[in-house]
């Protein structure tokens, strides 16, 4: 019956039927002399008691282990709505973000979803997927420390500002890191501004150096930004894009995802 507990409660009736089966068949033997016992013939009035003990038995660990599936069962829907729970939490989180930064509408929901698709087609499994959907959810929280003077300024920054600019991977490592949930996803907030040649920031990695998720979010990144209007500039062509992710592969972008990339979009 030790086994019932690794096959599940579907496997009892059979378990059951086995040992039932095992016991009249050595006494069918013995009766028939093919078996000689040590301790004694066995008696077939003891039999039929064995065998209520056996399905008792049986009854007995269906009901445990039906009651241990169940409790499992439960603990996975919990989880599952709570992922649900965090995963709306971090799309309300996004939208604050989009307000205060003057995103376009949509800009976190389009990044999401090319950021799957590229995922997808590179091949990452669902659970680095889902890591990397939370990241690009994410991945300018750190603006949040920013001041409005320098996040919302119109003209060029100078060189305090732009350095002061460049600190938001830090400060999302350090807001995110806290989370347990989340730190799988903090390379796509820390590294998403890196480049292929090692002149990103906030560590100046290089090519593979710089974690597979960033360096598939800052692709989608760029796509997006220079599709959309902006304040400043009206949105990119197409065709204008496209030549500027081939011209800029192996410099700032992994080449190999760039290529990729051009064949989903």
């Given amino acids: 019956m ?32 093919y078996v000689h016992p ?79 698709r590229l995922a997808n087609a590179m091949g990452l499994n669902i659970e680095e997927i889902g890591y990397l959907r939370r990241g690009a959810l994410l991945h300018d929280i750190g603006k949040l420390a920013i001041p409005d003077e320098v996040l919302l300024k119109p003209g060029e920054l100078n060189d305090a500002e732009r350095n002061l600019m460049q600190q938001h991977p830090i400060y999302a490592k350090q807001m995110l890191s806290q989370v347990s949930f989340l730190q799988p996803s903090i390379d796509v907030a820390y590294s998403h501004h890196e480049r292929w040649d090692g002149h990103g920031y906030p560590e100046g990695l290089k090519g593979e150096e710089i974690p597979l998720s960033a360096r598939i979010f800052a692709i989608v990144d760029q796509w997006d930004a220079l599709t959309s209007d902006r304040p400043y500039r009206s949105a990119w062509t197409r065709e204008r894009v496209i030549a500027y992710l081939q011209e800029n592969a192996g410099k700032i972008y992994d080449p190999k995802i760039v290529d990729v990339f051009l064949t989903i979009i």
Wanted: aromatic share 10%.
């Fill in 2 to 33: 030790i086994g019932v507990l690794f096959f599940g409660k579907r496997a009892t009736p059979y378990f059951s039927l086995a040992a039932i089966l095992s016991l009249i068949g050595i006494v069918y033997l013995e009766i028939h002399g």
């Fill in 38 to 116: 040590t301790i004694g013939a066995t008696k077939f009035d003891i039999l039929l008691p064995i065998i209520i003990l056996i399905l008792v038995a049986s009854a007995f660990i269906w009901v445990v282990v039906g009651n241990r599936e169940k409790n499992l069962e439960r603990v996975k829907e919990s989880e599952l709505e709570l992922r649900k729970t965090y995963d709306l939490t971090l799309e309300a989180w996004a939208k604050v973000l989009e307000y205060r930064d003057k995103e376009t509408e949509g800009h976190s929901r389009r990044l999401v979803e090319l950021s799957t």
